[in-house]
């Protein structure tokens, strides 16, 4: 396993090095700076991280405050019912922090890396209404509450998009 040696400076000044595994510095960074206790932190004037990089570490670390954050707010929610008191404000800050958190960790494209953790992006394609049948392009059934092109034209699509990749394709095809 390729490891880094990431220097690190303690409260009285004291610089050490420890060895992390990473591919790269940012990397090794990222996982070791999770890891250290208060008292110790990384040493940024030996550590030579891009703009983009600190941006990033600061986003991990305010994303491990929220993790905390949440775990203490679920501890007491889970108190707080067995006291049989409401969990109303709690709740409402524990919806605030997750939000916040997919925020952040989206930014970074940090989201990806868990798979199952995903939260799905909304869809466009809208549910409404009577199903009158099946897009021609991607088949997707097509609901009578979404707008969709004149069927009779062409045929059942989702949308003007699927016709525009319908058509394109058609016109590819030798006659
Ligand atoms: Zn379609």
Known sequence: METRLIPVIDASGYRSYMEVPGKTFFEAACLIDGL?????????????LTEQELHELGVRKECRQIRTQLLYLYQDSIDALN???????L???????T???YELEESIGKNEEYEGLIVPRPSTHRITGEKVGQCQQCERAVYSGQK?????????F??????TLYRRNNKKSPL
């Open 36 to 48: 250290l206790s208060e008292a110790v932190r990384l040493d940024m004037s030996l550590l030579h």
């Open 158 to 163: 989702c949308n003007y998009h699927c016709r």
């Open 91 to 97: 709740r409402t800050r524990i919806d605030e922090l």
């Open 83 to 89: 006291d049989g008191h409401s969990i109303q404000q």
């Open 148 to 156: 969709y092109p004149d069927p009779e034209e062409e045929g059942l």
């Open 99 to 101: 939000v916040r958190l």
